[in-house]
């Protein structure tokens, strides 16, 4: 009877073991994420990111988005791509999943026209291509539902010209937002991202 009990236990054991295992495999988080950038709405920019965790502290991004603003008179048109290389140090999570130091780069293309015409009926307008780079720090929630939520603080450098085709640097100025978009040198960068793990 007692060796009977003792198999019984031993097989329920052996049994339980690898149903835990597979319940703690299943928690670990995928090695993709799709995100997008919910804030960037507001800007009339839309951003989205794709992650992939190369090792279980490793991951690249490449963030990607396309802009139609217009500020005062001045509207922006163009796109960038943000590549990115995380590290994630935490030591009870894997990438893609937890906090992490990242550096980037970012490379943008944009066409400027400012609603003014020259003596010969152009319409002012000018290109500005920016590349920079920089280091940020943030943290990724990846969920059991795997819903994702990814926070992060960039600081950065920009440079590039104004080249103006119709008119002059003046004409296409738009103030503090249009020096955030165009403007060159030191520069944060903020952000969250919502998205899925696959």
């Known amino acids: 009877m007692k060796n009977s009990i003792l198999l019984a236990f031993a097989a329920a054991a052996l049994l339980f073991i690898p149903a835990e295992q597979a319940q703690a495999q299943a928690q670990q988080p995928k090695r993709a994420v799709i995100k997008v950038n919910p804030i960037s709405a507001f800007a009339a920019t839309g951003s989205g990111f794709l992650e992939y965790a190369i090792t279980d502290n490793l991951s690249a991004q490449l963030g990607a988005s396309i802009t139609g603003i217009s500020v005062s008179d001045v509207k922006f048109r163009g796109y960038g791509f943000t590549p990115e290389v995380r590290y994630y140090f935490s030591e009870n999570k894997v990438a893609p999943s937890g906090p992490y130091v990242a550096g980037y780069g970012r490379i943008r293309s944009f066409k400027l026209t400012a609603e003014k015409k020259d003596e010969e009926g152009r319409t002012y307008s000018a290109t500005y291509k920016p590349a920079g780079a920089g280091v940020a720090i943030g943290n990724q ?58």
Request: net charge negative.
């Open 141 to 198: 929630w990846v969920f059991n539902s795997g819903f994702t939520f990814d926070m992060f603080l960039g600081a950065g450098y920009n440079g590039g010209n104004l080249k103006v085709n119709v008119g002059t640097e003046e004409d296409f100025d738009a103030g503090i937002i249009g020096d955030m978009l165009v403007g060159g040198g030191f520069s944060l960068r903020p952000g969250i991202a919502i998205g899925f793990n696959f």
